[in-house]
């Protein structure tokens, strides 16, 4: 795997991040399911990382899956995120991290039967994110 192209300390990081933030984006942590901002949001635009401000989403692939988080079909390009093996907790998992600057950004799954083009499902912690807006 690449290594991130913005490197910061935990010290820098934690000037950059409140103690939640850190918590999820850089010890991949998990916000509690139906409670952040963005899991049911319809707002149109662009869902960039909030710890490092690059673009990852779009609001054209998010979908509703009802899993407590926001989610998404595919990445707004396929260079912005990186998939690694999650053995963590008992089982396997596939993480999604900011190829930017490898902030834990969720997970993702695949053959879940959601009618979306690509049977993925990208299961992204709002914390992990900053919603930008069209201008529309």
Same mark, same amino acid.
């Given at each position: 795997?690449p290594?991130p192209?913005? $490197?910061l300390?935990d010290?820098?990081?934690?000037? #950059?991040?409140n /103690? !939640? @933030?850190?918590?999820?984006?850089?010890?991949?942590g998990?916000e #509690? /399911?139906?409670?952040?901002?963005?899991?049911?949001?319809?707002? !149109?635009g662009? *869902?960039?990382?909030?710890?490092?401000?690059?673009?990852?989403?779009?609001?054209t @692939?998010?979908?509703?899956?009802h899993?407590?988080?926001?989610?998404?079909?595919?990445?707004?390009?396929?260079?912005s995120?990186?998939?690694r093996?999650?053995?963590?907790?008992?089982? =396997?998992? $596939?993480?999604? $991290?900011?190829?930017?600057? =490898?902030s =834990?950004l969720?997970h993702v799954f695949?053959?879940?039967? *959601?009618p979306?083009?690509?049977?993925k499902? *990208?299961?992204?912690?709002?914390i992990?994110? #900053?919603?930008?807006?069209?201008?529309g």
């Amino acid at each position: 795997m690449p290594g991130p192209k913005l $490197v910061l300390s935990d010290d820098q990081w934690r000037e #950059r991040l409140n /103690p !939640e @933030e850190f918590a999820v984006l850089r010890r991949a942590g998990t916000e #509690r /399911p139906f409670t952040g901002e963005y899991t049911d949001s319809k707002t !149109e635009g662009v *869902y960039a990382c909030r710890a490092c401000g690059a673009e990852l989403f779009r609001s054209t @692939e998010k979908f509703e899956s009802h899993c407590g988080w926001p989610s998404f079909f595919d990445p707004a390009d396929s260079d912005s995120v990186i998939l690694r093996t999650d053995n963590t907790l008992g089982m =396997h998992r $596939v993480e999604v $991290v900011c190829a930017n600057c =490898h902030s =834990h950004l969720g997970h993702v799954f695949s053959g879940e039967g *959601y009618p979306t083009p690509t049977d993925k499902r *990208y299961c992204i912690n709002s914390i992990s994110l #900053r919603l930008l807006p069209s201008d529309g």
